[in-house]
Structure formats: C-alpha cells, structure tokens
C-alpha cells in the first residue's frame, strides 16, 4: 500500500510562483510513474504532468507546458510540480498520483488546493 500526501497549495497572485510537493509511503516508491492531475470547480479531472521512474522523461499538458515542471526525488521518496507564471485558470484542486497501471493510476492523494487571483 501507498500513501500520497501533497503540500505547498496555497493563494498565489496571477503571475506567481508555487511549488506542490508530494511525500509517498512505501518502500517502491522509486519503481512508480508519478503524475500531478488538476480538478477545476466544475470541470473535469486532467492530467497535468508525468514523469517516468528514474526522473528521465517527462509530459505535461498543452496548457502546462512551459510554464510547469515536475521531477522527484527518490532517495526522499517526494515528486515535485513547480508551477511558475501562474494563471487564474490554474485554480483548482492538485492530486498527486503513482503507479500507472493498464491506464489507470493504482494510488492517489488527498488532493491540494491551488487558488490564483487575477
């Protein structure tokens, strides 16, 4: 079993920066895929980046995309997302996810809430 737990959600003017950080249980952590999905007021769940056990390869998604990064750290078992240029659109509730399984991700977070003034 695993156990997310994201940090660092907060209220950020348009413009700025956060930084989400997710703590992971679990002696694998190091073997997972871990991703970032964003849920809006109203709006479906997305994914908003990926990245690959060893950190090496990376995604995001087209709205993201030069704006976020994701990495991890597997010694302390923790994955980041670095959000810089932080839009009103950007507002929504951050989950942290592990383990892509047959498309489906086996783990979840609680979930963080990211809330950007314009």
């Known amino acids: 079993q695993v156990q997310l737990v994201e940090s660092g959600g907060g209220l950020v003017q348009a413009g700025g920066s956060l930084r989400l950080s997710c703590l992971a249980s679990g002696r694998t952590f190091s073997r997972y895929i871990m991703g970032w999905f964003r849920q809006a007021p109203g709006k479906e769940r997305e994914i908003v980046a990926t990245?690959?056990?060893?950190?090496?390869?990376?995604s995001y998604a087209g709205a993201v995309k030069g704006r976020f990064t994701i990495s991890r750290d597997n010694a302390k078992n923790t994955v980041f997302l670095q959000m810089n240029s932080l839009k009103p659109e950007d507002t929504a509730v951050y989950y942290c996810?592990?383990?892509?399984?047959?498309?489906?991700?086996?783990?979840w977070g609680q979930g963080a809430q990211v809330t950007v003034s314009s």
């Open positions: 996810v592990a383990d892509l399984r047959g498309g489906r991700w086996a783990y």
């Open positions: 990245i690959t056990w060893s950190g090496a390869s990376t």
